[in-house]
């Protein structure tokens, strides 16, 4: 989980556990669009990503399942975090979306797939171990903007 303890102002808070089971769904759709080649799989997620960079992880409609059906089932207070690494993160994840599906149409299938494969690595990274690459990188610019 990412902490911005230090901020000021903070815009808005979510359930740190959201993203993560959103990293879980968007591993099983990048999982896919790499073992398929399907550019399809990533003009879905790019359009997820889009939403959550432009409007917030929690307007996704992987945020719509988790708080539907996964958040009333759990028993624990949710954990807060800073909505604003996770938006970073996001949009961190439409450029490598977008940079496949250029790869995709213009019929470079490496870029495609190395594209594909970092958000991939990232969205794991997440899912799997909470560690949240795009957030983290978002709080390396804004120590380094600080200083």
Partial sequence: MTQVSDL?????????????FGAAITTVVLAA?????????IVVQAI???????????FTPYAFIYKTF????????????????????QSVGLLFALVAIAGATS???????????????AAFLNAAFNFCLGCEI???????HAK
């Fill in 8 to 20: 000021k102002k903070v815009t808005a808070v979510i359930d740190a556990r959201g993203p993560r």
């Fill in 70 to 89: 996964v958040q009333p089932r759990l028993k624990s207070e949710f954990e807060k975090e800073d909505v604003r690494p996770p938006q970073f993160a």
């Fill in 33 to 41: 669009a790499l073992a398929t080649n399907n550019p399809w799989f």
């Fill in 138 to 144: 978002y709080l390396l610019l804004l120590r380094a």
């Fill in 48 to 58: 997820v990503f889009a939403i959550g960079a432009f409007k917030g992880p929690q």
């Fill in 107 to 121: 019929g470079l299938d490496l870029l495609f797939s190395i594209a594909v494969a970092f958000a991939l690595g």
